[in-house]
């Protein structure tokens, strides 16, 4: 429970995969932000939280903020791993990357509510990526409810073929790829 509080990771000075929570092997980790202003978040120059296999990363509320460096200024990261959002926000260059590269079961991201915004380096970078490794061909799951996307970057891409991604009805994007 942020309540309120900001979380800055410490920046390395370089490019390299630092992330300000890392939800290791099996396990589940919920980011909630119980003040009554709303205020807490997490910032970060590179991953805001990255998941591991197995492991399970529930959004509620809070802030991920990764105001960018170019390289890897990402709000979530699931390496087959699940992905539960249903509020908060996140404002990164690409908002939740879902790789499916370890011999392992698929990602699962349901977007339920919450926010996710494109900003940063290249506005042009979509919302929500899905990277599937051919060699293990896994498809990854994404599904949104709901949630508000800003009008910057696609919800969708690099969709590998067998990634199964279902859209509400009433849920509005700018592109799917």
């Given at each position: 429970d942020l309540n309120g509080y900001t979380l800055t990771s410490k920046d390395k000075g370089d490019s390299t995969n630092a992330m300000a929570?890392?939800?290791?092997?099996?396990?589940?980790?919920?980011?909630?932000?119980?003040?009554?202003?709303?205020?807490?978040?997490?910032?970060?120059?590179?991953?805001g939280v990255y998941v591991k296999q197995g492991a399970t990363f529930n959004m509620t509320g809070g802030t991920l903020?990764?105001?960018?460096?170019?390289?890897y200024d990402l709000g979530v990261v699931t390496w087959n791993a699940d992905f539960n959002m249903t509020g908060g926000t996140i404002d990164a260059r690409i908002g939740v990357y879902a790789c499916d590269y370890y011999d392992a079961d698929a990602s699962n991201i349901v977007i339920d509510g919450g926010t996710v915004l494109v900003s940063g380096v290249d506005k042009d970078d979509p919302s929500v990526v899905v990277y599937n490794d051919p060699a293990y061909d896994k498809g990854a799951s994404i599904s949104v409810k709901s949630g508000s996307f800003n009008e910057?970057?696609?919800?969708f891409a690099y969709a590998a073929d067998d990634a199964v991604i279902t859209v509400a009805?009433?849920?509005?994007?700018?592109?799917?790829?």
């Open positions: 929570i890392y939800v290791n092997n099996g396990v589940e980790f919920t980011l909630a932000d119980s003040s009554a202003e709303g205020t807490g978040k997490v910032v970060s120059t590179c991953y903020e990764m105001p960018g460096n170019a390289v910057l970057g696609s919800v009805d009433d849920v509005v994007l700018e592109e799917t790829l």
